[in-house]
Every structure is written in C-alpha cells, then in structure tokens.
C-alpha cells in the first residue's frame, strides 16, 4: 500500500492573510513582523493581500485572531508575540493562554491560525529567536501560514484528488 501524501504549497498567490501581533515587547515583535511579511513576500504573497492587526499583548491575540476568522476575508492568520518569563509573574498564564486560545480559534472557527509567539526565560534567548541574529519565528510562522492555508484549501476543494489506487476499501458510516 502507498498512500497518497498531501502536503500544502509554499505559495501564497491567491491567498490573503491577517497578521496579528502584540506591541508588548515591540523591539522584538516588530522584528516578528518583518519576518513575516518578509516570508509573505517571498513566497509570493499579493501587495493588498497582508493586513497588520495590532493589539496590546499577547494575551489579547486569540480574541483578535477569533474576530479576524470570524469576517471571512482572511485565509489563514499568523499571530506574533513575545512573552519573556523574567519580566512578569503571570508568563504562564500569558503564554499558556495565548497558546490555547489561538489553537482554540483554528478548531472553532476552521480558519488556521499560527502560533508565533515567542516565548522565553530571558531577553536574550527571545533575541535569538526574534531574527535580531539568527532564526525568526515570526518567518516561519507565516510560512506555515502558507503551507496550512494551501492544505486547507486543496482538502475543501478536493482539487489534489486522484482515482483511488488499489484495491478500494468500502467505507460504511
Ligand atoms: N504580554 C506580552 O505579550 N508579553 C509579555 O511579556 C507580557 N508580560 O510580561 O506581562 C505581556 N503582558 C500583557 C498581557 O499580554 C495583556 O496585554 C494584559 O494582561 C492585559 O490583558
């Protein structure tokens, strides 16, 4: 048996996407920002099709994130943040919060939403994963952006469907 592999696209033509990023920590997740409109860009996003949605904290990402799913206009939603342990007591309910609410979204409103928060012990560690030297989460989340929004689309449409290879298992519901 070989089963039939499907895998989003790394092309964002055609699609539109909603960035929605915290101004907590705004030296860093403006950095976020920028790798992710940067990994729109290049993956072939149109000029008018990236909006930037920006809110408070972390915390109030999934709020946002819902309110964006819910207008229809967006195909999937990256959502940046930067949630460092060392500058508040609360770094687990932000962070864990901020986590389950942007996964709550996807699962209740269909619309994929990327988890591109930071979250770290120091500055220095959120540096790090801000682009400021090397890897940036904010590039990366947008590009899974892409390659979700991409999945989805191809399982709705069933446009990557082929003829069954193989013996065809009936299926009973
Ligand atoms: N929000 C963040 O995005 N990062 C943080 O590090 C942070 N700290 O340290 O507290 C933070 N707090 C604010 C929070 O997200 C809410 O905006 C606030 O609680 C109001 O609801």
């Known amino acids: 048996m070989k089963p039939k592999i499907h895998r989003g696209k790394l092309t964002a033509s055609g699609f539109r996407f909603a960035i929605v990023a915290s101004r907590w920590n705004d030296f860093l997740t403006s950095k976020l920002v920028d790798g992710a409109v940067e990994a729109l860009e290049g993956l072939g ?55 389950k609410g942007v996964a709550n979204v996807t699962i209740q409103t269909g619309v994929p939403v990327m988890f591109g928060v ?8 959120a540096i790090n994963r801000c ?21 989805y689309r191809s399982i709705s449409t069933g446009r990557e469907k082929e003829k069954p290879q193989g013996k065809a298992v009936p299926h009973v519901v």
Do not use: C, W
């Not at 930071?118 to 560690?125: K, Y």
């Open 45 to 99: 996003a149109e000029e008018d099709s990236v909006e930037i949605f920006m809110v408070p904290g972390s915390f109030e990402l999934p709020g946002a994130a819902k309110k964006l799913a819910e207008t229809g206009s967006f195909d999937a939603i990256v959502a940046l943040g930067v949630v460092i342990r060392g500058e508040t007591p609360h770094f687990d309910l932000v962070a864990g919060e901020a986590a």
């Open 118 to 125: 930071v979250t770290a012990d120091t500055v220095e560690q």
């Open 131 to 151: 682009g400021v030297k090397a890897g940036n989460k904010g590039y990366e989340a947008a590009q899974a952006a892409v390659e979700t929004a991409n999945l």
